[in-house]
């Protein structure tokens, strides 16, 4: 089965982060019952890969304002049939920032979220089942602004609330700092 993996990560962060129970459960059931959840095609939803990318010493993360939605995210995308999403969010991190390399800080999932993205032309209201990876620049750290973006920036974590008060964006920040407080 091809989500098979996707639902043992999700097993393994359900129990690391129990205080998630209700979006783990939500998560789960979709990839369970919707065997084209990689698939953008899918008109109720679809699996997303982010990364949300730190500096060497984990203190910045590379944050884009985004395009279409006109706010500072981490960068991802559609997983468009890869049911690897630890390579989608490499793939999408690489290809939104224009860096070198990244690398995986953890393999595990790092967060998740899901979120409503608003009709777009033919494309209805849908959701984004987001799977987010910690992963480190592992290059110079130079960025690139692509076409999916207005611009990029280096963010210093304590900062993070001038780019974002979301609160998945809170979460991440405060699950980074806490991992490279313990590493």
């Avoid at 920032?97 to 849908?126: K, Q, W």
């Avoid at 920036?153 to 920040?173: C, I, K």
Wanted: aromatic residues 8%; contains cysteine.
């Amino acid at each position: 089965m091809h989500r098979q993996a996707l639902l043992e990560l999700l097993d393994r962060y359900g129990a690391r982060h129990p205080d998630e129970v209700e979006t783990v459960v939500r998560f789960r059931d979709f990839v369970a019952r919707a065997a084209a959840c990689f698939e953008r095609h899918l008109a109720e939803g679809h699996i997303t890969g982010s990364a949300w990318i730190v500096d060497r010493t984990g203190t910045r993360v590379l944050l884009t304002h985004h395009r279409k939605l006109n706010r500072w995210l981490q960068p991802g995308g559609h997983a468009d049939g890869d049911p690897d999403v630890l390579a989608v969010a490499l793939r999408e991190g690489l290809e939104e920032t224009g860096l070198e390399s990244l690398e995986p800080v953890v393999t595990e999932v790092f967060d998740l979220g899901i979120h409503p993205i608003p009709a777009r032309g033919d494309d209805p209201e849908h959701f984004h089942y987001d799977v987010r990876f910690l992963l480190r620049d592992a290059g110079s750290g130079d960025y690139i602004v692509s076409e999916e973006s207005h611009d990029l920036a280096w963010v210093p974590l304590a900062e993070l609330g001038q780019y974002s008060d979301e609160e998945s964006m809170r979460r991440m920040r405060d699950k980074c700092a806490a991992y490279f407080r313990t590493a």
